[in-house]
């Protein structure tokens, strides 16, 4: 309910600011007021159905305030109509259907609004409101059918009469838009007007202010149409085939489509008078060669009831308007299913691009364009003129049926660029030419760059060397220089002839200012290209000079994403086995803190083994190593156990045994030799009886390291490592005993029987004792032979442990 009360709260607070206010200064408030009705939405938008206090009194605060609107919109002021209209709107869009389904009153007198002298600021508000209105509604049958569907035809009636009228071009765009918004929306509502809608758009969809024809002689040109008008209108004209009745709307849309594609040949034909085409049309006769007229014009009617228009400027501007328009016509959407003819358009582009600027220093490219000698050098320069503005809207047309036909027009890419490079190579000194054709190859190169064919790439290479020029600095220009007097009479001219130019000499300390870039659209155009002509070309089809350029130019502009396509697109190795070079370290260092850097110089993707049979062959090894593995753990557990059950237990004979077997394992006669004294000493201190063990020979241990197999005895001695932890765990665990002698029978060669000592009362059993490996003898070692693996073998000396822990 704190919701509800504070914007209860708020709305108060707003009708009482509208109400104390003078109405010509209401318009100043307005602005604060609209913001602040947002504040409100959940009260404006909630239902008024319940019959407790707070509802009654949001009910009565809601009346008040929309009645108090009712009163601004019928006032007899401007000011507050105007400030009504903007309230209205900014109500309603937070209302909700409960606001809608109220707002009737409020659309009528809205629509009596357009029939008044109000300026055309009110009635561009008003117009914005009810097409606002009309829109939301159609989320609502029932609103439709009782505001929409009766208010409607009244607002079109009005709309077309003003547009008609001498409206403003800021009047006149509001009103095409809202139709643009509304037609595809009631298309049987707007059914009715087309023989009024027709005639009003033919007037807007190609106007020809260059044109000769005076007014008199052309009523229906209207010469202040600006360019949004005109692109508003091209939209609502394609939009109109919409209205017309089920079932035959592709049928008016491709008669439409076609009766365009005629106006355009058409219109060239009266603008390429000046030249022989070598384009020859496949289902229309040309006109190149007929007795032409001293003026180029077109006076005869036309199937989409254009304008007539008279001069070669005139011509030109028609030209540009129906490219224009078939670029409206494919890229808007249709309400059904349409059958579009590429092949006519691409026979028109294909026309329009054949013809080119001759250059003036290549006599054979001035031979090809044959010049019509009925026709004067005054229109031909000035077909020149005209040539690349057309170019451009051809190559915007090609723009746009690549972008809507996606896929369906792959194979006509190597067309593409053929005409692209064509025109490139002949006007590329025109600055919107080459920003065109940088998007044109752009966009072919993304649809097919990898199945492009080498011959197309190596005709870009020219238009690739101009994209990195556009994107590195100019050069700056060289300082004038001037010849002395010795100079020129070196080369045959009098001081006299000799002319120099003061502000030079003035200005020569000066650094020499760089020149900005006349047309901002190129330089983004260029840019781009560059990463998608390192991406998208087979590193293979660019020379190493081309690619260095390429590389040259992404690192000193420093384009990050030209530098990424180049380390993911790296060329091709000239030595076998080594990599050719990249800019990796560059980019590494220029954009460090680039998250995408960071992914591609440390990948942190795991190996993804695709294929059933790896997957399997894989499991197996593991299976395999595991089950290896498993078997020498319990192998280890069990001499663990087995081990650890001779060391706890309390039996003597069980403790000699494993004393003499760790003993005899070791064989160090040099340990022996050290501990000899104390041996004897501790032998004949005590008469505890002895056990004896067998050492493996010489020659069967040397053979089982030789196959790397573990040997088959019974108690086979663990690791060394395992000796050590299980030495320390027996040493926490075994008891103080004496000294006890060892003696066997060892065969000749070995090392005598081994005794330990007894304990003292001054020596303390510590943890760090380290277990004794098993290691041969030195008089082994000679018999065994010196060609053996065993020589390296550290002799290790068997005393008191140094340890500090164990002092």
């Known amino acids: 309910m704190a919701p509800i009360a504070s914007e209860l709260a708020t709305l108060r607070a707003l009708t009482f ?20 009705l947002a504040n409100c939405r959940t009260l404006l938008a909630s239902p008024q159905t319940s019959v407790s206090k707070s509802s009654s009194e949001s009910a009565v605060a809601i009346h008040k305030f929309r009645t108090l609107l009712s009163t601004l919109l ?11 209209i903007i309230l209205i709107k900014a109500t309603i869009e937070v209302g909700g259907w409960e606001t809608l389904q109220k707002c009737l009153p409020w659309v009528r007198g809205l629509l009596g609004i357009l029939n008044k002298p109000d300026p055309p600021s009110s009635k ?11 829109i939301l509604t159609r989320e609502y049958p029932t609103l439709v059918r009782e505001i929409t569907t009766p208010s409607l035809p009244a607002f079109i009636q009005s709309g077309l009469h003003m547009a008609n009228s001498k409206a403003p071009s800021t009047l006149l765009q509001v009103i095409l838009e809202s139709f643009n918004e509304l037609l595809p929306r009631h298309p049987t509502i707007f059914r009715s007007y087309l023989k009024q809608l027709n005639p009003f758009l033919a007037r807007l969809i190609a106007p020809t202010p260059s044109s000769k024809l005076g007014v008199e002689q052309a009523p229906g040109s209207k010469p202040d149409i600006t360019a949004e008008v005109v692109d508003a209108a091209q939209q609502l004209y394609v939009l109109t085939p919409c209205c017309t009745p089920k079932g035959a709307t592709s049928e008016e849309w491709e008669k439409s489509f076609k009766a365009t594609i005629n106006s355009a040949h ?21 006109t190149n060669g007929h007795t032409l007229d001293d003026e180029v014009q077109d006076l005869e009617p036309d199937d989409m009831g254009l304008s007539i228009w008279s001069g070669i400027f005139a011509g030109g501007e028609r030209l540009l308007h129906l490219l224009r328009l078939i670029q409206h016509y494919l890229a808007n959407t249709t309400a059904n299913p349409v059958t579009l003819n590429i092949a006519v358009i691409v026979d028109l582009v294909t026309r329009l691009l054949s013809l080119t600027i001759p250059g003036i220093g290549g006599k054979a490219l001035q031979n090809s364009v044959k010049a019509n000698n009925q026709v004067s050098k005054e229109e ?8 690349p503005g057309v170019h451009v809207a051809a190559i915007e047309v090609l723009l746009v049926l690549a972008q809507r036909s996606r896929s369906s027009t792959l194979p006509l890419d190597s067309l593409i660029l053929d005409q692209i490079v064509w025109v490139f190579a002949a006007e590329k000194n025109n600055l919107q030419i080459r920003a065109a054709c940088y998007h044109a190859v752009a966009t072919v190169l993304q649809r ?11 005709s870009l290479v020219p238009l690739m060397r101009a994209c990195c020029e556009e994107l590195l600095p100019s050069d700056l220009p060289a300082a004038p220089t001037t010849e002395t007097p010795g100079q020129a009479k070196a080369n045959g001219k009098t001081p006299s002839q000799v002319t120099a130019n003061a502000d030079s000499f003035l200005n020569s300390s000066k650094s020499p200012s760089t020149v900005s870039l006349p047309f901002a659209g190129l330089q983004e155009a260029a840019h781009s290209l560059l990463p998608i002509l390192l991406s998208s070309i087979r590193a293979l089809y660019l020379s190493d000079a081309l690619r260095s350029r390429l590389d040259r130019t992404a690192i000193l502009t420093q384009h990050k994403d030209a530098m990424v396509a180049s380390v993911l697109n790296p060329p091709p190795s000239k030595r076998f086995g080594k990599p050719a070079a990249s800019i990796l370290p560059l980019i590494a260092r220029s954009f460090s803190a680039s998250p995408d850097v960071e992914g591609m110089i ?21 299976e395999e190593e595991v089950s290896e593995v498993d078997e020498e753990e319990i192998e280890d557990v069990a001499m663990v156990d087995q081990e650890q059950d001779h060391f706890v237990g309390h039996e003597l004979d069980t403790i000699l045994e494993s004393a003499g077997r760790t003993g005899t394992d070791a064989e160090d006669a040099t340990m022996s030799n050290a501990a000899d004294a104390n041996l004897h000493d501790s032998v004949a201190a005590t008469d505890i009886p002895t056990t004896t063990t067998e050492v493996e020979p010489l020659g069967e241990q040397s053979s089982s390291k030789e196959l790397g197999k573990r040997p088959h005895i019974e ?3 663990s690791s060394p490592s395992k000796r050590v932890r299980f030495a320390e765990e027996a040493d926490l665990t075994q008891p103080e005993v004496s000294s006890v002698p060892l003696t066997g029978d060892a065969p000749s060669g070995f090392a005598p029987s081994l005794e330990i000592p007894v304990q003292t009362s001054d020596f303390t059993v510590t943890t760090t004792a380290s277990a004794i490996p098993q290691l041969p003898g030195p008089d082994q070692v000679e018999v065994a032979g010196s060609d053996s693996d065993e020589d390296d073998v550290i002799s290790l000396v068997l005393g008191q442990d140094t340890d500090d822990e164990s002092e």
């Not at 795991?606 to 894989?618: A, K, M, N, T, Y």
Request: hydrophobic fraction near 35%.
């Open 17 to 36: 600011r509208i109400s104390s206010t003078p109405t010509p200064q209401l318009p100043h408030h307005v602005p604060a007021i609209a913001a602040s």
């Open 74 to 84: 019928q006032d007899r002021t401007i000011q507050g109509r105007w400030s009504a």
């Open 124 to 134: 561009k508000l008003c117009i914005i409101a009810l097409t606002r209105i009309f």
């Open 266 to 286: 058409r219109v060239a034909d009266k603008v390429f008078r000046a030249v022989f085409e070598d384009w020859r049309p496949s289902t229309r006769e040309t």
């Open 380 to 387: 031909r320069e000035n077909l020149w003129l005209l040539l």
């Open 448 to 458: 097919s760059g990898a199945a492009t064919p080498k011959s197309s790439i190596d």
């Open 602 to 622: 440390r990948p942190r993707l795991p190996v993804i083994r695709l294929g059933r049979q790896d997957i399997d062959e894989s499991g197996e090894d593991e």
């Open 715 to 717: 108690h086979e001695p």
